[in-house]
């Protein structure tokens, strides 16, 4: 595995970490905490494929909300506004696949935070 990036994080809704690295693609374990959400973004240069391990999932994509619980999971195309929310009383955990071009952590438009970092 070639270092890259960062490799994790604890941000206000909680917290990540990168468990592969690649030029092209990396995989994420996300946890969010409850009553906690991500901000409303979207990312230039990758796709991203999200598949929820535990808890339920409140996906917004372009506007549209989706219910996605354990087993389930989702393609979130380069440049389109997309959002997740743990709603549930336990922390949300999900995989995060990213593909792309580029893959840093600046590579986010956000248009709404809820911890003031749009």
Request: charged share 30%; proline share 4%.
């Amino acid at each position: 595995m070639k270092k890259l990036g960062e490799h994790y994080a604890s941000p206000p809704w909680g917290r990540w970490e990168v468990l592969l690295e690649e030029p092209t693609y990396k995989v994420k374990r996300v946890i969010v905490l409850a009553g906690k959400r991500l901000s409303y973004q979207k990312h230039l240069n990758r796709d991203e494929h999200w598949s929820v391990v535990e808890g339920t999932a409140l996906v917004t994509i372009d506007g549209k909300e989706i219910l996605l619980k354990p087993g389930e999971s989702i393609n979130i195309p380069r440049e389109v506004l997309h959002r997740i929310a743990n709603q549930g009383q336990s922390s949300l955990v999900f995989v995060e696949i990213q593909r792309g071009s580029y893959l840093g952590e600046d590579d986010i438009i956000r248009l709404e935070d809820d911890y003031g970092r749009s």
